[in-house]
Nanobody, 121 residues
Framework: EVQLVESGGGLVQPGGSLRLSCAAS????????MSWVRQAPGKGVEWVSD????????RYADSVKGRFTISRDNAKNTLYLQMNSLKPEDTAVYSC??????????????WGKGTLVTVSS
């Protein structure tokens, strides 16, 4: 059974940092591209970032570019999102997603329940 379990969310002040983790199990993690998305209260899902199977290629939404860094540890079956210079508008539930192939040009077939990040003073 495929499982994606996010952790690391919490309350942080504007300008602060958090690192989110997504523990993957039930599939060969190193063979699939992965993604982070977020959903702010009362809003739709927003794509945040993608990473390829090796971690050597990444892409970001303009809203987080230069502040967030996606990475993966294939030995630990874990996806990360380092978030720096956080803003109140980054407040959302952050979820990780698994693509159906090694490329992010495929579809998504699994995603986790998410972890809540609240940016507030």
């Amino acid at each position: 059974e495929v499982q994606l379990v996010e952790s690391g969310g919490g309350l942080v002040q504007p300008g602060g940092s958090l690192r989110l983790s997504c523990a993957a199990s039930g599939f060969t993690f190193s063979s699939y591209a992965m993604s982070w998305v977020r959903q702010a209260p009362g809003k739709g899902v927003e794509w945040v970032s993608d990473i390829n199977i090796s971690g050597g290629s990444t892409r970001y939404a303009d809203s987080v570019k230069g502040r967030f860094t996606i990475s993966r540890d294939n030995a630990k079956n874990t996806l990360y999102l380092q978030m720096n210079s956080l803003k109140p508008e980054d407040t959302a539930v952050y979820s990780c997603r698994k693509y159906t192939s090694s490329s992010w040009f495929g579809g998504v077939d699994y995603w986790g329940k998410g972890t809540l990040v609240t940016v507030s003073s």
